[in-house]
């Protein structure tokens, strides 16, 4: 590739330990000039945003992530007292636990954490864990595992692998709004766990929600062992650094301040209005140049690090819940977005990466390359080479042979993988978000799209009842499920009636007792005790 234009082009900050290349980005000379306009918007849209502005219209909310690692930004003291407290809060809990002055009953130690969440408030939690533990190569100080859904099989697999340690295990139930049904679903079976092993859950049970939530009524009248706040004024895929992701966190042993510090150093550089100087504009002013800022390409996270495995479904919420819009501000359907996906280098080489090479071209990959080893002297495996050797190598080699086919590329360089770094990484994109958001005009901190699921699923649920009930009342005699759904007077959702019949049958809570027809839809269904 051209030196020039790498010299050029190339962002380094040596402070932040990270750098920023765009040069195999192969917008026109004047791209960035002429985006001047909208940038100089979005950075006043971005100073309102820190200002307290209702930056979230659609919800009338203030948007304050970036108050959470400079509580002196927060527009009043009663916020920066909330941010302060917490934090102390926080550390106090976590020393307490880790001294053993807070025990399970019986002045059991506890080892483990169970994180209980779903989107935002599992996400950030599962990539710092994964990230940031036994990263001196000991042991955490406590063990993190999650419940992060409603699969009951998934549920089980964790408390298999908790096993008598649940007697050790403390509970962090996470949901900002305290309503969400998986969430609340998997509380109920990790209560219910507790309760089979003759412990007393609620002396193990922790909740970080919103004043006032369902979940915070269960815990305070349960009396669990303590409660979090979460604010309306965080969104979930902005919550890493509030309670929900510094708890669980500090409960690990990773150092929360150091995390907080990474994205307080990247929110003043990427305050900065000179484009030049703010990685975050210039990753937004990129995603627009390779999306034609419509999301017409897909973005490819690729770091060649195993520990940031989950950086990419992180962001792929960050972005895709953020920018995934079918309003503009202006209420004219727009349908923004840019699709995230990726996994780690160079494992995907042996994957997908085929077909970003030879196949259609309708992405642009940011590869992450972190520039320290591992923590102790390396192997040769062959003379002179170690393994990372290797892994840098299959990185440039990778990304030489995507440029050569005219596949465009960013590259982020961090000097290594630490709660500094993390921190840092997750202020880049969360600016760069809100910036790119700005400058196609949407509103990137409501998620509107999302309740339609929601809603619908609540209607599966309800006539998943009606069909048991009909069922039973009409005591063992066979249905298929054109007839049932004739008999519900609901013949219009004959497929759904279908669909449910399937799963009760194969499950025992079900009570439905399938025949096998030919063809086959004329199976047949009946009650079951
Ligand atoms: O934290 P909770 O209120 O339980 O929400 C968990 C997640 O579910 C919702 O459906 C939203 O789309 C996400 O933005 C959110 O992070």
Known sequence: MNWERFKSLYYTNPKLGLSLDISRMPFPDDFLTTMQPKLQQAFADMAA????????PDENRMVG??????????????LKQAITSTLDAIKDFTAKVHKGELTAPGGVKFKEVLVIGIGGSALGPQLVNHALGRLKGGRDKLRVSFFDNTDPDGMDYVLKELGSRLKQTLVIVISKSGGTVET??????????????????PKHFVAVTGAGSKLEQVAISE???????????????TSELCAVGLLPAALQGIKIDQMLAGA??????????????NPAALLALMWYWATDGKGTKDMVVLPYKDRLLLFSRYLQQLVMESLGKELDLQGNVVNQGIAVYGNKGSTDQHAYVQQLREGVNNFFVTFIEVLKDRNDASLEVEPGITTGDYLQGFFLGTRDALSEKNRHSITITVNEVSPRSLGQLIGLYERAVGLYASLVGINAYHQPGVEAGK????????LRLKIADALKAAGGREFTAETLAALLNQPEKTELVFKLLEHLAANPAGHVKKTVQKPWHESTYAWQE
Do not use: C, Q
């Open 49 to 56: 945003l820190e200002g307290g502005a209702i930056a979230n």
């Open 65 to 78: 992530h970036y108050w959470l690692r400079n509580a002196d930004l927060a527009p009043t003291p009663e």
């Open 184 to 201: 609340r679903n998997g509380m109920l079976e990790a209560a219910a766990a507790f309760k089979a092993a003759g412990l007393d859950y």
């Open 223 to 237: 009396g669990w062992l303590a409660r979090f706040p979460m604010w309306d004024w965080v969104g979930g895929r």
């Open 264 to 277: 307080a150093a990247m929110d003043e550089v990427t305050r900065k209005k000179s484009l030049r100087d």
């Open 455 to 462: 809603k619908a699923a609540t209607g599966v649920i309800a």
